[in-house]
């Protein structure tokens, strides 16, 4: 029995060894036939194993590979190196990581990376080191060919009569051209220290170029900044920088190129225009025929009154009024006395540009982003950043533009149309409409939270029949100027044709009364100044007797509808609104309002 125990567990044993066996023979084959070379070496640095791939490549025996027999495929100009380094690994028991060039049984010398770690024991003792080689002579080459390359490039940048300097990727001067030297005075030492901005920016500009730069940077892609830095003869001068990446075949960001233009000559004539622009601005404002702000009454005070109290601030304001009583005028006033005076104010009829080219108009495009579009455009607000810009007929904008809009008033950003990049403007905004902005919200042709945004400051401007006592003013006002330009003399004023001036209703407002007055003006042969009283009628066309009963009916209508507005100061609902004193629900009111086209806010008191 015994001995049966015996040999069943030498049958066991023996299958147990002959399964180790068959499992190391496995991982032999692994091991020897796996691309990469591995190896491993006793804890003095001596190889201990090397696998066949290796054997194969360098085409050494198998004995001589062991011991320290290695060093003699590894080529020349590296070994010293390469022993040094890996001793110093063995020493400090770590891993580590190292490059040299290694002989293939060709003769052919190939770059290779070297990647060792320790096995250690409990007491952190080494037991062994296991080892891999990697071919890297792809990369190696590449790497030379961007060295040889850069070599090229400084020769070569070195003649260019313009300052040029090369960033790594986190935007680290690594080296800068002839040019820039010769225009700063540094020294290339100079150049690549941490404090060469700081020494070589403008104080007033460093913080701003470097957000931009920052930004720019983290973007990836061309950008631009303006600033301005020393030369070496101490004179700070503006300079144009251009950044642009430079990246290798698979996307990844080697340098950034920054080249630098001087363009002081052309902020100096900028800054030349500007002031020119300001005191013409001035002469303008001094001398241009503004009718309507001509005048003294008092719904024309309170507007005034409004727009010196608006003006020195950067509130969005809201002009409402009807056709031709001079919204954009008084907009004009509000920039002129407001601290932007000295940059753009940029007008913009949004009922003037059809709806699918409004958002090109007002944020611009870039190349491509539609038929048509074959350069990049600048929109409105970019013209107008650091100045005003003047919507007039907002209640026209499409929804989309809105929501755009509506974006710019809230963030001051937006981005041009077929773009990705983020503007951002320092724009105020003055808002006009002869719509009923209210009636349009509730209809949902206007965006409530922009009507809100817009708002902010309204101005309702009096049509010209609420300033009945100004009619004298502005007409010999006019008469003045159409005469002139006409080179004429006007000096009386017919008393029937002053009467019938201030008789008419003038539902142009001022914009009908300039026009009657320089046609009178024109056809007129002496004085006194007259006009025909055809030209202040208004044509009816023939309808039937239930026509003209229906008109009457609506014009009686109207006529009750404005007188309780004017009694209740242009409010609609309410125990004290409109709709109350005439018994009629608010609803019903407010379609009459739309149906007969009452411009309720007139009887607002402002």
Request: aromatic share 8%; glycine share 8%; proline share 4%.
């Amino acid at each position: 029995m015994f001995e049966l125990l015996q040999i069943s567990e030498g049958h066991e044993l023996s299958d147990a060894l002959e399964k180790l066996g068959q499992e190391a023979a496995r991982l032999q084959t692994v091991i020897d036939t796996v691309p990469s070379f591995l190896w491993t070496s006793l804890p003095d640095g001596s190889k201990e194993y090397l696998n066949k791939r290796w054997y194969e490549y360098t085409g050494l025996p198998l004995e001589q590979g062991k011991g320290w027999g290695w060093k003699v495929v590894v080529h020349p100009d590296d070994l010293d190196r390469l022993v040094r380094e890996w001793l110093a690994l063995v020493e400090a028991r770590k891993p580590g990581e190292l490059e040299t060039r290694i002989r293939r049984y060709d003769g052919e010398y190939r770059w290779f990376l070297i990647r060792i770690v320790p096995q250690l024991d409990s007491g952190g003792n080494v037991v062994r080191w296991f080892g891999s080689n990697t071919d890297i002579e792809d990369r190696k080459r590449a790497e030379t060919k961007l060295l040889e390359d850069e070599r090229e490039f400084r020769r070569i940048t070195d003649a260019i009569p313009q300052t040029i300097v090369v960033l790594d990727p986190s935007g680290n001067a690594l080296y800068a051209n002839q040019e820039m030297l010769d225009y700063t005075g540094l020294s290339m030492e100079d150049v690549v220290a941490l404090d060469f901005r700081a020494r070589t920016y403008h104080p007033e500009d460093l913080d701003r170029v470097r957000e931009e730069r920052k930004a720019g940077l983290a973007r990836g892609l061309p950008f631009e900044i303006e600033q301005r830095a020393r030369r070496k003869d101490g004179q700070y001068r503006w300079l144009l920088l251009r950044y642009n990446p430079f990246h290798d075949e698979q996307g990844r960001l080697l340098r950034w190129y920054a080249t630098g233009t001087d363009i002081d000559d052309r902020k100096r004539g900028e800054d030349r225009t500007r002031n020119e622009n300001v005191a013409l601005r001035e002469d303008i404002v001094r001398s241009s025929m503004f009718e309507e702000i001509v005048g003294s009454s008092e719904p024309l005070r309170q507007v005034m009154d409004q727009v010196s109290k608006v003006a020195p601030t950067d509130s969005t304001v809201l002009v409402l009024g009807e056709t031709g009583t001079g919204k954009e005028l008084i907009a004009r006033a509000i920039h002129n006395q407001s601290k932007r005076s000295n940059r753009a104010f940029i007008r913009v009829n949004c009922a003037a540009i059809p709806a699918s080219l409004i958002a090109s108009e007002l944020f611009g495009h870039e190349k491509g982003s539609f038929t048509g579009a074959t350069q990049r455009r600048l929109g409105r607000f970019e013209s107008a950043d650091g100045g005003t810009i003047f919507l007039d007929e907002v209640g026209d904008l499409p929804a989309e533009t809105q929501v755009a809009l509506l974006r710019v008033l809230q963030e001051r950003e937006f981005e041009r149309v077929g773009g990705s990049q983020t503007v951002t403007v320092d724009v105020r905004v003055i808002a006009a409409t002869n719509r009923d902005l209210t009636s349009a919200v509730a209809e949902g042709k206007f965006r409530q939270d922009l009507f809100y945004r817009l708002n902010v400051f309204p101005i309702r401007l009096p049509a010209l029949r609420e300033r009945i006592s100004d009619i004298s003013l502005l007409v010999g006002y006019l008469i003045d100027r159409y005469a002139q330009k006409a080179g004429k003399k006007i000096r009386n004023i017919d008393p029937k044709t002053m009467e019938l001036f201030h008789a008419y209703d003038w539902p142009g407002n001022i914009r009908e009364l300039q026009n009657v007055v320089e046609r009178a003006v024109i056809l007129s042969e002496g004085e006194p100044f007259f006009i025909d009283e055809a030209w202040l009628t208004r044509a009816t066309p023939k309808v039937d007797a239930a026509s003209v009963l229906t008109t009457d009916l609506a014009e009686r209508e109207k006529a009750m509808i404005e007188n309780a507005l004017r009694e209740a100061e242009g409010l609609v609902s309410g125990p004290a609104g409109a709709a109350a004193k005439l018994g009629v629900p608010r609803q019903t009111l407010e379609s009459k309002i739309r149906k007969l086209g009452i411009n309720r806010h007139r009887f607002k008191i402002s």
